[in-house]
């Protein structure tokens, strides 16, 4: 990849990554508040609901944050846009709407077809109950 791109793609992975730290920060005001002890007994109903939204949106926001980082160190060295199971580069497109990709389009797919897979493949009931009927 051009060095050109790179440092694109660098920098907008900064400004995702510190909008994203940013929003971190709010968070944990905003759970910091939702800590406060409150008397009514309804409040405190709600409280719990917005505390574990916001510890749910915390943990998404936590590993978009890890992909990130990876994806820079990957620019730093060297073998960012190239995909993680075959090698081949990822094309730009795909990058370019998901620069936190490691694999190409097809790799990705294919994992997407077996992760299918995994969760259709729980056994059936078994059909020989009715033998026994
Ligand atoms: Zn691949």
Redo the contacts with the bound molecule.
Sequence with gaps: MRQRDLKSFRKLLTRQLDKLLMEAERTKDQVKEAEEPSSDPMDQASTVLDMDFLLRLRDRERKLMVKIKGALERIENGTFGI?E??G?KISEKRLRARPVAT??I??KHEQEVSEGRGRHSEPRKSPTLWLHM
């Design positions: 995909c199971e075959c081949e694999l190409c097809d790799c």
